[in-house]
Structure formats: structure tokens, C-alpha cells
């Protein structure tokens, strides 16, 4: 038996070699037909095979010389609003194709800037060859059937540009770690139309960023997945539409060297969707295939159904345009995948804290067709709603009818900003001036509309419902078809002299948001076609809703300590109508609309001018800015493990509310809209073109006249009264040095704080020692700063909680 044991153990032995070396020989071929045979595959627009064996990504090399998109997301964001890099944000849209050249495949970033828009090839190719491109990629070809390339270094990038928002949001210098970073087999998808990778990406520093620390479990680290689609080009028939500056729509541009001596050489056109009726022309038809938005299923009751009668509010513009059935909003079925880029997708999305919505399209660069439409809405931005409201309605008594009241106004905002993001996606840009035309478009940004009942705040219709009559316009302006390309512009010609003729504003993103803005009709947040008239209103629903502020703001549960941060938005209700009103001072009036006799602007006139500068200091007035001495009373520190957040009020006496700094931070806002260097440089040139107008040295004094030369005051109001001023002296000589400053806006700044030295060393004389001390250290300041520009009253200002988003 023992000879026979040999054998079988032998035979064995020789068995385990066998099937030992036919597994090397297995794993080590790398033929295209081995690889393709062992990986998942995932084919498609582009045929894509995972090799789990060699955890390798292949692409099959048979899409040459065929431009396409390639565009990079994020599915799983980073949680932060500071950083930005947020869940379902597009990247850079690139047109690209592939080339063999030799044994190599390479990705190459077309050029679409500069082009010739000719049926010339030689026009064409004369440009194409004027201008460079950019090679993304390179591999390496593995000869054979099919033709593979590994393309794990083509998407185990930072094409996204991740550690570049990194380091421009002060987190430091965050470099990819290749070693940790690995392409997820189950996000390799391929459709009809798009294919898709997914990708986990770690990004590494030495030192945790400071927000990047807050969403992360090791701030030094940090994960995300991108994703990276090849998306097919839409097929020939979409016709492009030439931008109109008064159209309310967003474009695309590019440098068309094929125009003629006598045409603009910079072409624009609209970016919008493609829809075709069923029968062409100016009569109402169904469409070839309607625009269909699908909300993600993860939004919960009763938000979710406040989305979607939101994003439909946009079904009664285009049936009006004429387009029957043309604009759909559904949920997303369970089984369809939102990588398809067949879906326009509406997010909800996770942060750590409150912050922006946005609105993005995947366009075609080279028509401004929209291939998908991509709504990212903030989850937590209906809480700063709620809060609002919380606080608004905290002296009602039925609290059964606040509560309903404070949900009904949330609500109310998530429809109005499901309809304003998916405006963004169907092509259209903000219009700040719709607020003064009686909320004719909901891409403005609107604050919730609260009045009096005697003594109680009334917040019963806090916002408009439905798309207003300025969006009606542009969806029929900017999707209309009306027969043909004359009548489609004919027809355009009408609709623009109409909303001439209706008095509609539209002003953009170019004089609105920016501090420097001056159209006077264009802000952020406000309500009303007169601003200081809403400003002057709203200051007395700002000091009613004070009055009535208690502890019923808070939610169930919450310790009183929490009550200062509720208290925020309702202490600073107008904080945005004061920016609204300071547009009026040095404030102008224009239109993009083109009329036979050209456009014309002008300054606002001089009495509403002194009406705006008299509303707004009327809110430098202790009076204004002091705290109800009851409530005061309610702002107990914060209890045991609530610490302060961002949206919490910084101040000077450690965990006890601070009332000076909350005067503080809302007189700066107010002094700060005033003395903006170039608003100063406009109410300079204006008054030097018409002696009537506001001038710099009237403003000034004013100013002074209402704070700094007042009586002085005692008591509780003498400490706002001082702060007011260290503020205003602060903010005029922020102005007077600021580099944006004219030359003549310096003289008069000089002039009147030189004076103001004069009067300071006159003031010290009288009054109590605490005032004297006032004035002297006020003196010695101006004077040390006119002489180094270094030297701040308050060298390191509070600073002013999070506003927007609302």
C-alpha cells in the first residue's frame, strides 16, 4: 500500500501543477479577446469592460475622430457650502474626441471658442488650425480584437478640478492620492446615449482643512466620488436662436470667423432646450417630445410635494407659448437610473449647513442646446424658513395656527424655489428687477412678504404663486415657433415691444448682485416697487416683530440659550431692503431694451435721493438698533454642549448675548452700503453734471449730523450711540482709502474727517468724563489713521451672520 500512496500523491502533485500553470498562463494574458472574455461589461454609447482580476478599466478604441462630450460630476458631494463641491454638481462641459495615432489612442479637448460657422471646410479647417487644442489623455493600444485601451489614468484624475476649489476656499493644498483611489466597478455604465464612470477619489494634505475637518471623519483625507460621462452630441435639427440682451436667457458665445465684415464677429446664442411641435407654426400643437423634469425620490413629504407643484408652475408658460403637453414634472421611477442622460434631474442635497441651490444644464457648446437639465436644491435652506417664521410669529397666541402658518410659508418658498432653479435649467438667468414689477418672475430672489395687523405679524401670503408674467415672456420669446426663422423673429420683435409697453425691468446678474451695483431697481431679497417706501414699511414690521419676540420661537425641546440664534434673522429683517434703498443714492435707471431712439439712462432724481438717505439713517438711530429691554432679558447663554454656530451672533462678552454688537454689525451694514467707493464716485459725477443732485459733502454731513454730532446720549442708548460712531468713522475712512475710491470722493472724505478732528477736540470738552473719553479717542484715531492708512478704529470689525441663502 505505501508504494501506491506515492503514486497517488504523485499524481496529484503533478494535478495541482497542471491546473497551477494553466491559471499563470490564464492570468497572465492580456489579449483583448482574454480581457473581454473575464471582465463585466458595459456596452453602449462607448463599450466599456472591468477587469476584476486587475482591478484595470478598458475602453474599446472603435469611436474615432467622432466629436462627443465629456462632462464630470459629483455624485457624493463634500456636505460643506463654503467649499462648494456639492452632491450632483456639473463640471467643465468639454467636446472631445478620439484619435489613434500610431500605437496610441489619445482624448483630445476640442477647441469650440473659435470657429468658423461655414459649409466651407476649408473656411473651417483654416480656423481649426489657427488655434490650439488639448490633449486630456494618452494610452496605449492593446492590439487585437476587439482594439482595448486601460484608461484607469484617464479617469483616476483630478479633471474636476477638486483640489482647486480646495485651495481657492483657504482648505489648503489637497493633492489626489492615487494609491487611494480606485475606479468602482458597480458605477461603469454605458447607455444608449451617455456611458459613465464612477470613480472614488481621496485627496490627501498634511493639514486638515478647516471646513473639510467639519464633513469628514479625517479632515486629511478626504473621498469623493466623480464621475466622469461621454455623452453623445444631439443629432442635426436643432435650430439656434440669436441672444437678445432683454431676453431674460443665458447664452452660449463663440468667436465666428466665417461671419461677414458687417456682422458681429462674437456669435450668442440662447441656451434652451429643444422642442418641436407636432405641427410647426404660431398655432397651439402637441410636441414631438415634451420636456420632462424628474424629482429624486429621496425628497420627503410634504416638501416633495411642494417641489413638484413648484417645477410645474412652468407647464402654463409653455402651453401658453403654445406648446401642448410641453413641459412635464414627474417623480423618478424606482427603475429608472438618474445617470441616464435621458432624465433632467431635480437633486436634494445634503449639507452641513444651509446654502445655495443652483441650476445647471449640460449643454451643446456649439448650438446652446440643452442635452440635460440638473437642479441641486439645499435640504437644509427651508429651515432657515422656518426659522424666519418661528420668529416672526412668536407673539401669536392661537400657537396651533403659528405653527400651521410657519409650514405654510416653508412650503410656499420650496415651490418658488423648485420653479426659480428649474427656470435656470430651462435657459433663463436671474432678473433682480422683477420685484419692482409687482413679482413678475420668479428668477428673482424673493423675501417673504410679512405686514401689520395691529400689533400682530401677518405672514398669510408670504410669496407669489405661479411664474409671473415676465417669464411667461421669455419662454415665448426664447421657445416660440411661430412658422419659420422671419416669423419666429418677427414675432420676437412684438413680444419685446410688449413688455416695453407693460414696463417690464429685467436687469441681471451684471448691476444687481455685486456691492458696487447701481441699477436702482435691481436687488437681491427685496419686495416692492419703491424700495425706501418698502425700507421705511418694514422697519416698522422689524421692530413690532421684536416687540413681540419670546421664547415661543423655539422649536420643542430647544433650550432657551438657543433663542439668540432665532433672534438673528428677525433683528436684521432688513438688512436686504437696506441694500435695496442704498441703490437709490448715486442710483441710476436704464434698460437693455433697443428702441428706435436708442436707450437712454439717468440718475435717480435728487428728492428720492435724500428720501433713501433718510430712511437709512433713520436706522442708525438707537431707537432702531436697541434691543427690547424684555427680551434682552431672554438671551440666556447658551446651555451645556449647544455652542455657537455660524449662524449665531458674534459679540464681546463671551457667552452673554451682546446687544452693542449686534447695533454693530447692522450700523456697518447700513454705513457700508452708503460709503461704497464707487456708489460715492457716482453721487460725485452726478452732482458735478447737475448741482440739484446728492452730493458727497451733503451725504457726509448728514451722516455725522445723525450720529456723530447728535446729543449725546445716556443711558442704554449712549452705547449704541457710540458704536454707531467708531463704526461710521471706521467706514469713512475705509472709503477714503479704498483704492476704488476717485480722486475727488478722497478730497471730500478728507475734508469732512479733517473737520470732524476740529469738532472732536471741541466735543471732548463737554459733557460727562465717559464722553469726553469718547471724543478724545475718536480724535486720536482719525488722526493716526489720516496718516497711515493701517491704523482702524475697529481693527477687527464683528461680522455679520449668514444671509443668503433665504
Known amino acids: 500500500m505505501k508504494p501506491q500512496r506515492i503514486g497517488l500523491l504523485a499524481l496529484a502533485g503533478v494535478s495541482l501543477l497542471t491546473m ?77 474626441q478620439f484619435e489613434r495615432q500610431g500605437p496610441f489612442l489619445i482624448l ?6 473659435y470657429r468658423a460657422d461655414s459649409d466651407n471646410a476649408a473656411e473651417r479647417r483654416a480656423v481649426q488650425e489657427a488655434f490650439a487644442d488639448s490633449v486630456l489623455w494618452r494610452g496605449k493600444v492593446l492590439e487585437g480584437k476587439p ?126 432646450h429643444r422642442l418641436q411641435k407636432v405641427t410647426p407654426g404660431p398655432a397651439p400643437s402637441k410636441v414631438v417630445k415634451p420636456i420632462v423634469y424628474y424629482l429624486d425620490p429621496g425628497v420627503p413629504e410634504p416638501i416633495r410635494s411642494a417641489l413638484l407643484d413648484g417645477a410645474r408652475w412652468w407647464q402654463g408658460a409653455f402651453e401658453q407659448a403654445g406648446f401642448i403637453d410641453g413641459f412635464r414634472v414627474e417623480l423618478l421611477p424606482e427603475d429608472a437610473d438618474p445617470q441616464d442622460i435621458n432624465y433632467n434631474m431635480i437633486q436634494w442635497v445634503h449639507r452641513a449647513s444651509r446654502g445655495w441651490s443652483y441650476g445647471a444644464s449640460l449643454t451643446d457648446p456649439r448650438t446652446g442646446e440643452i442635452i440635460k437639465g440638473q437642479v441641486t436644491l439645499g435640504s437644509l435652506r427651508v429651515r432657515q424658513d422656518h426659522l424666519i417664521a418661528r420668529g416672526l410669529t412668536a407673539g401669536w397666541q392661537d400657537r396651533a395656527a403659528a405653527g400651521q402658518a410657519q409650514l405654510s410659508l416653508s412650503l410656499a418658498r420650496i415651490r418658488q424655489l423648485a420653479a426659480h432653479e428649474v427656470g435656470h435649467t430651462l435657459g433663463l438667468d436671474h432678473n433682480f428687477a422683477a420685484s419692482s414689477n409687482d413679482d413678475a418672475s420668479v428668477m428673482d430672489y424673493p423675501y417673504p412678504k410679512v405686514t401689520l395687523k395691529g400689533q400682530e405679524i401677518d405672514i398669510s401670503a408670504p410669496y407669489s404663486v405661479g411664474v409671473g408674467v415676465w417669464d411667461k415672456f421669455a419662454i415665448a420669446y426664447g421657445y ?18 410688449q413688455a416695453a409697453r407693460q414696463g417690464l425691468r429685467y436687469i441681471g446678474e451684471a448691476d444687481s448682485r455685486g456691492a458696487n451695483a447701481g441699477n436702482m431697481h435691481a436687488s437681491l431679497w427685496d419686495n416692492g416697487d419703491d424700495p425706501v417706501a418698502e425700507l421705511v414699511r418694514l422697519e416698522r414690521v422689524r421692530r413690532q416683530a421684536l416687540e413681540n419676540f419670546s421664547a415661543q420661537a423655539l422649536l420643542p425641546g430647544e433650550p432657551l440659550g438657543e433663542l439668540t440664534d432665532a433672534l438673528v434673522p428677525i433683528y436684521l429683517l432688513t438688512r436686504y431692503q437696506i441694500t435695496a434703498a442704498a441703490k437709490v443714492i448715486g442710483g441710476t435707471d436704464y434698460s437693455y431694451q433697443q428702441t428706435p431712439e436708442g436707450s437712454r439712462w439717468h440718475y435717480a432724481a435728487p428728492q428720492l435721493q435724500l428720501d433713501a438717505l433718510s430712511a437709512l439713517l433713520g436706522g442708525l438711530s438707537a431707537a432702531s438698533l436697541e434691543l427690547p429691554q424684555p427680551v434682552l432679558e431672554t438671551l440666556v447663554p447658551k446651555a ?53 443732485q446728492l452730493s458727497v459733502m451733503v451725504l457726509v454731513d448728514k451722516l455725522l449730523a445723525a450720529t456723530l454730532y447728535q446729543e449725546p446720549k445716556t443711558g442704554s442708548e449712549q452705547g449704541i450711540w457710540m458704536r454707531v460712531n467708531a463704526v461710521v468713522m471706521d467706514q469713512l475712512l475705509a472709503s477714503l482709502h479704498d483704492e476704488q475710491s476717485s480722486p475727488e470722493v478722497k478730497a471730500m472724505l478728507a475734508d469732512r474727517l479733517n473737520f470732524s478732528i476740529k469738532q472732536l477736540k471741541r466735543l471732548s470738552n463737554r459733557g460727562s468724563d465717559y464722553q469726553a473719553a469718547h471724543f478724545n479717542w475718536l480724535q486720536q484715531g482719525l488722526t493716526a489713521a489720516l496718516a497711515d492708512d493701517s491704523v482702524k478704529l475697529l481693527p477687527h470689525p464683528l461680522p455679520m451672520p449668514p444671509g443668503s441663502p433665504i
Open 20 to 96: 497551477t500553470q494553466a491559471a499563470v498562463a490564464k492570468s497572465q494574458d492580456t489579449s483583448p479577446a482574454a480581457i473581454v472574455k473575464q471582465s463585466h461589461k458595459a456596452k453602449g454609447f462607448i463599450n466599456l469592460y472591468y477587469s476584476d482580476e486587475r482591478g484595470e478599466l478598458y475602453l474599446e478604441a472603435n469611436r474615432l475622430n467622432s466629436p462627443f462630450l465629456l462632462v464630470t460630476s459629483l455624485p457624493q458631494g463634500v456636505g460643506s457650502n463654503d467649499i462648494g463641491l456639492d452632491r450632483g454638481q456639473l463640471g467643465q462641459t468639454r467636446m472631445v
Open 147 to 272: 482594439a482595448l485601451v486601460a484608461i484607469n489614468d484617464l479617469v483616476i484624475r483630478d479633471l474636476h478640478g477638486v483640489s482647486q476649489v480646495l485651495a481657492q476656499t483657504g482648505q489648503g493644498h489637497y493633492r489626489l492620492d492615487s494609491a487611494r483611489s480606485l475606479v468602482l466597478p458597480q458605477g461603469v455604465k454605458s447607455f444608449e446615449r451617455n456611458a459613465d464612470v464612477d470613480v472614488l477619489l481621496t485627496f490627501s494634505a498634511d493639514t486638515a482643512g478647516t471646513q473639510v475637518a467639519q464633513v469628514t471623519p479625517d479632515g486629511t483625507a478626504m473621498s469623493v466620488r466623480m464621475r466622469y460621462s461621454f455623452v453623445e452630441l444631439p443629432e442635426a435639427g436643432f435650430e439656434p436662436r440669436a441672444y437678445h440682451p432683454m431676453s431674460g436667457f443665458l447664452s452660449e458665445e463663440h468667436v465666428n470667423y466665417a461671419s461677414r465684415v458687417d456682422e458681429p464677429l462674437v456669435r450668442r446664442q440662447l441656451i434652451r
Open 480 to 497: 416660440g415657433d411661430y412658422g419659420d426663422e422671419a416669423a419666429d423673429t418677427q414675432e420676437q420683435a412684438r413680444l419685446l415691444e
Open 640 to 692: 451645556g454642549n449647544y455652542g455657537a454656530t455660524r449662524e449665531s451672533q458674534a459679540g464681546g462678552l463671551g457667552v452673554i448675548g451682546d446687544p452693542l454688537a449686534m447695533a454693530e454689525v447692522l450700523s456697518r451694514h447700513t454705513v457700508a452700503q452708503l460709503l461704497q467707493p464707487q456708489r460715492l464716485n457716482r453721487v460725485a459725477q452726478a452732482h458735478m453734471a447737475d448741482n440739484e
Open 108 to 113: 483630445k479637448q476640442l477647441n469650440t471658442r
